[in-house]
């Protein structure tokens, strides 16, 4: 019961998912686990998200984007669940000292989604106060199950959903964002801003994300500031970034 009460707390947070004003609860920190210190310095900076890619081999969760990047002990629960669980513990239950700051944990699943899957619920199986806590959120990307199968897995599941796909009623009560590759609406690069018609088409695709209460997020974004302002005045909810205290900064001094 109390699962379910967490998840329906995300949900009715997600429903103010349009930020009137960003902090560094709009920071999703991708690939995390290629940062010099993984976790850690997302959590330093009170990021809002952090993403690492899974893999399945012998039974253990192994973190890495490729598979010329899987390395025995690089496994998710040295690298996030045990350092989460200390956070925990030391917070009460939650991941920041500051109670009302929510952590998600994005979780791209690189390949057999639905073994991988049982695996990671496995893993959290042992860690109860992380599947329970308030103030966390495990949100399923990548390679993921079939969406009718979304209400089969455990309340503190959720999955993030396609923004350009169409999703029933079931599944979409399962979905906690809306995520999307950047280039399926714009060849926006580094040169230039966004064209006006991509400009158009983005904050179509945003507005019907908002409109089922559903928070935003794109990958391949460009990662530097004048492209966070962009992202920032389109409404998107989620400031995707390898550049973890360049955002966190840029966004104490652009809130």
Not at 33 to 60: C, H, N
Not at 190 to 219: C, K, M, Q, Y
Request: aromatic fraction near 12%.
């Amino acid at each position: 019961m109390r699962s379910i009460f967490v998840f329906l707390l995300f949900i009715a947070a997600a429903a103010q998912a349009q930020p009137a004003r960003y902090t560094v609860a709009n920071t999703h920190s991708h690939n995390d686990y290629e940062q010099s210190i993984p976790f850690w310095m997302a959590w330093q900076e009170q990021f809002g998200s952090i993403e690492a890619d899974i893999w399945l081999r012998k039974g253990v969760v192994l973190v890495g984007h490729d598979t010329n990047e899987i390395k025995t002990g690089r496994t998710l629960e040295e690298y996030y669940v045990k350092p989460l669980q200390a956070c925990v513990k030391q917070n009460n239950g939650y991941p920041y000292a500051d109670t009302t700051r929510k952590l998600q944990i994005l979780i791209d699943v690189k390949e057999d989604s639905v073994n991988a899957l049982a695996a990671l619920i496995a893993l959290l199986d042992r860690y109860p106060a992380l599947e329970h806590s308030p103030a966390i959120r495990w949100v399923i990307s990548g390679n993921r199950p079939a969406p009718e199968s979304y209400t089969s897995y455990p309340p503190f599941i959720a999955f993030d959903g396609i923004l350009h796909a169409h999703y029933t009623p079931e599944a979409l009560s399962r979905i906690a964002m809306m995520s999307d590759d950047l280039h399926y609406y714009t060849r926006w690069d580094h040169h230039n801003g966004i064209p006006d018609t991509a400009g158009n088409t983005l904050r179509a695709a945003v507005r019907s994300s908002h409109e089922l209460h559903l928070p935003v997020r794109f990958w391949d974004a460009p990662d530097f500031p004048a492209a966070w302002a962009q992202l920032k005045a389109l409404q998107v909810d989620y400031i995707n970034t390898d550049h973890i205290r360049e955002l966190a900064d840029w966004l104490r001094r652009n809130p």
